[in-house]
């Protein structure tokens, strides 16, 4: 079967960094996404990797190892606004999204 | 700015009842999507369409069906609700390009009494 796993919940410090890390089963390989959900709203795209490696976009960067079926979502200099739902997401050989459950990041002062 | 855009927002409803939820966007996307979604659960693809008149069923049967006789509308019907489709409904278009971004609308709410 296909699966995403991704930690459940984390929580962090306000200006601090933080790693949410997500591993992948999936039929193919298409890409893979990060979105942000803040509670009760609608994902919100916030970057896809396709090669290995690094994109770093603002405060956030996210990284692909495609051999090792392995992804993680880097945030820097944490705000409060940063508390939400992160979701990993892989496009499989049909082209259709493989969601994970979502990790809640909880922000503290 | 994406502009998709889902009606009702919150639905309430008793069982046995027909309903339709609206989605449409003005991007001018072929691609449009359903997925439903439980509270800190993953989103689960329940239909989706590639352009006008093609329409399929995704991974999880919600005995739903869609229609997609215009490119911008793409509304989900419930034949008869139970309280078992009581969950979050979220419609998603994407515009086919290499990255394949999905923009979502809103959301329903939808709870079945």
């Known amino acids: 079967g296909q699966n995403i796993d991704q930690p459940t919940e984390m929580t962090a410090t306000e200006g601090a960094i933080v790693q949410i890390n997500c591993t992948y089963q999936?039929?193919?390989?298409?890409?893979l996404f990060w979105y942000q959900q803040h509670a009760g709203e609608a994902p919100t795209f916030l970057s896809y990797?396709?090669l290995d490696g690094l994109e770093e976009k603002g405060r956030f960067s996210s990284f692909l190892s495609r051999s090792k079926g392995y992804s993680y979502l880097l945030l820097k200099e944490l705000q409060m606004k940063d508390s939400a739902s992160y979701l990993c997401a892989v496009m499989d050989s049909n082209y259709q999204l493989i969601w994970g459950a979502g990790t809640k990041l909880i922000i503290k002062p | 700015e994406a502009d998709i855009y889902q009606t009702p927002r919150y639905l309430v409803i008793g069982t046995g009842k027909k309903i339709t939820l609206e989605c449409s966007q003005t991007?001018?996307?072929?691609?449009m999507y359903w997925y439903q979604q439980d509270p800190g659960m993953e989103l689960h693809l329940i239909h989706y369409?590639?352009?006008?008149?093609?329409?399929e069923k995704g991974d999880l049967s919600s005995e739903s069906t869609v229609s997609r006789i215009r490119t911008e509308h793409f509304p989900l019907t419930l034949e008869s609700a139970r309280p078992s489709h009581t969950s979050q409904y979220l419609c998603a278009s994407s515009d086919g390009t290499e990255i394949n971004e999905q923009f979502f609308g809103p959301g329903t709410r939808l709870t079945v009494l």
């Open positions: 990797n396709v």
């Open positions: 999936t039929s193919g390989f298409n890409g």
């Open positions: 991007m001018g996307h072929d691609k």
């Open positions: 369409s590639y352009g006008v008149n093609s329409t």
